[in-house]
């Protein structure tokens, strides 16, 4: 008989498995990195703020140490041409799939356009120059260089065409290439934790000891036996969206990975792991519990299909691109957003009519978060319909600090 997962399980799991009810959180950095697979870092802000939401008593020089002096955690283009930050022994696994996968379509995409532009009559050969050029920069500098740095020591990057195509945006399409080539890495921010201006910096001289991509069939299997873990259960839909791999390609690693099929309170089929404790009954148990994430922040961005935490609250979440915005919880379910005044002081955007241990649990976690924050301001390129609302025009009354 298959097992059916009910929808508060599912939210249960989230409570317990991501760290982010206040009596489950993780005990440092990167135990929540590995709790949650990945975490996105489109935004940098993002990395330092689903953290703080986590892990008690992390500050930003806590998250700053973990990327750039034990480099335990690192920084890697992957899943859906999206920068995300990767435990150390998972990059094999994302070296093998999804980076070769992006990197594939990326190369063609760029010597196009460079031919297109009339930047190049052959733009792999060009591409190639570039990047002898470039990687021969870095080996002269082990510290790395910025973006800035390196195009000024790239001759191919100052020439009238280029400059005319746009040398910023050359120089980074270079960069992004010769990240998913895996040559180089995102090393040491040289601004604020909530900007991003990297020293680029050779992987080799990044992590020493550089282990070998896995093959693309076990990469998959890796990557989806530790999505279930995460997530699970989940779809096919879910990790063929989160992966931004083929259906095929999916259904083979869900076998590799052994995992198993159960079904959800809808009646969907959906996957768990080999050794889910669902498959033996077992039940996660939680209290009501209350939780503020950040843009684009993994748990939000976990599933397509969504429906189980978000309901109704979709088009207010996320943007028309896709890109989740803030998000309060109560409980499981995503009851609203959160914003900043103008002093940093946090406040929650209700979308549904809080009882008020909701508003309570709510009002603990905004002072959390303001006081983390500390008067920073933390602005996104991915704010959510419900985030730019006038204060005004929203349903309920705000929750603030």
């Not at 996105?40 to 986590?54: D, F, G, N, W, Y």
């Not at 159960?262 to 996957?271: D, F, Q």
């Not at 976990?302 to 896709?322: S, V």
Request: some cysteine; glycine content about 8%; overall charge negative.
């Amino acid at each position: 008989m298959t097992t059916t997962v009910p929808d508060s399980e599912r939210r249960a799991r989230i409570a317990v498995r991501h760290g982010i009810a206040p009596a489950h959180r993780l005990p440092d950095a990167c135990a929540a990195v590995e709790a949650m697979t990945v975490l996105h870092a489109t935004e940098p802000a993002t990395v330092h703020l689903s953290l703080q939401a986590r892990v008690d008593g992390l500050d930003v020089a806590g998250v700053d140490r973990e990327l750039y002096e034990t480099r335990a955690l690192v920084k890697q283009l992957a899943m859906r041409r999206t920068l995300f930050v990767f435990p150390r022994d998972l990059l094999p696994a994302a070296w093998g799939a999804p980076t070769a996968r992006v990197l594939a379509t990326e190369r063609k995409r760029f010597a196009m356009e460079l031919e297109r532009h009339g930047i190049a009559t052959d733009g792999p050969a060009w591409i190639a120059a570039a990047r002898d050029s470039a990687l021969d920069a870095l080996r002269a500098s082990p510290a790395g260089l910025t973006g800035q740095e390196l195009r000024a020591a790239v001759p191919l990057l100052t020439a009238p065409e280029v400059a005319e195509a746009g040398t910023a945006w050359v120089s980074s399409q270079l960069l992004t290439h010769l990240g998913v080539r895996v040559d180089v890495v995102r090393g040491v921010n040289t601004q604020h934790w909530r900007l991003s201006r990297p020293r680029w910096t050779l992987l080799a001289d990044w992590l020493g000891a550089v282990p070998d991509a896995l093959g693309e069939a076990e990469a998959y299997a890796v990557l989806v036996d530790r999505w279930l873990r995460t997530f699970g259960p989940g779809t096919e839909a879910d990790v063929v969206w989160w992966l931004g791999a083929t259906k095929g390609a999916v259904r083979r690693a869900l076998a590799d990975a052994g995992a198993v099929a159960v079904a959800l309170e809808s009646g969907a089929p959906a996957w768990v792991a080999a050794d889910d404790p669902i498959l033996s009954g077992a039940r996660t148990e939680t209290e009501p519990w209350a939780a503020l994430l950040p843009v684009l922040d993994p748990t939000t961005m976990g599933w397509k299909e969504r429906d189980f935490y978000l309901g109704a609250h979709r088009e207010q979440i996320f943007d028309r691109n896709g890109n989740g915005g803030t998000t309060a919880w109560w409980d499981g379910r995503v009851v609203g957003c959160w914003t900043q005044d103008d002093d940093g002081t946090v406040a929650v955007r209700p979308l549904v009519d809080l009882p008020a241990e909701a508003r309570a649990a709510l009002t603990v976690e905004a002072a959390r978060l303001t006081t983390w924050l500390a008067g920073t301001r933390v602005g996104t390129v991915y704010p959510s319909p419900a985030m730019r609302a006038e204060e005004g025009d929203l349903p309920y009354p705000v929750v603030r600090a």
